[in-house]
């Protein structure tokens, strides 16, 4: 089996939490308890991070973690995706010598809640070529196929009309992406994958 490379993911701009990857959490920047984490997990032969920030960059360096390139800054916006920070960490990390058939975790730098069991359990639904992305997610609540748009003015309208009737036991249960975690291939961020279904 090949390496597994744990990357986080960690830009400076948030706008709704300015701050908010180094912000104290239980006494310790956020950022350094997911990293923490996932170096205590021992499942991976290095973490590293991805940043356009040198404060960042700085402060997880000095806690002992590599900052191995930085991000540029077409990278580093509001509309950058995930996919793009992972396929230029993943294509960065091979590009320095990293093996192309590794294993690579894409998590958050707020997802402090992970552990080594979740990690491990996902891990084993990464199937080269059949599954290249698997992703933490979590079950809606309730059925989203009765679910109401609420109007400016108050009033509230069916999102699907067909299924209001139907028995909450009759509707298929619909999952979120939890925003915790990914792991992947080195293809699994490809448009092809993205496309075709995650799993």
Do not use: C
Not at 105 to 117: D, E, G, K, S
Not at 128 to 149: H, K, N
């Amino acid at each position: 089996m090949g390496q597994n490379i744990a990357i986080v993911p960690a830009r400076a701009g948030s706008k709704r939490i300015p701050g908010k990857n180094v912000k104290s959490f239980l006494g310790l920047p956020i950022i350094l308890r997911v990293l923490e984490t996932l170096e205590a997990s021992s499942l991976f032969s290095t973490v590293v991070v991805s940043t356009e920030s040198q404060e960042i960059a700085e402060l997880v360096e000095e806690s002992g973690f590599p900052v191995p390139f930085l991000r540029p800054s077409e990278l580093s916006h509001d509309f950058a995706t995930t996919a793009d920070v992972a396929n230029h960490a993943i294509e960065s990390l091979i590009e320095a010598g990293t093996p192309s058939d590794a294993r690579f975790l894409l998590a958050y730098p707020t997802a402090v809640f992970i552990t080594r069991r979740q990690l491990s359990e996902s891990l084993n639904l990464l199937n080269p070529g059949v599954t290249d992305l698997v992703f933490s997610a979590g079950r809606f609540p309730s059925e989203i196929q009765r679910a109401w748009w609420k109007n400016i003015d108050g009033s509230v309208e069916a999102v699907f009309d067909e299924y209001q009737s139907s028995r909450s036991q009759d509707l298929r249960p619909a999952f979120y992406d939890a925003g915790q975690f990914y792991w992947s291939t080195r293809n699994g961020w490809s448009e092809e994958v993205l496309r075709d279904g995650i799993r």
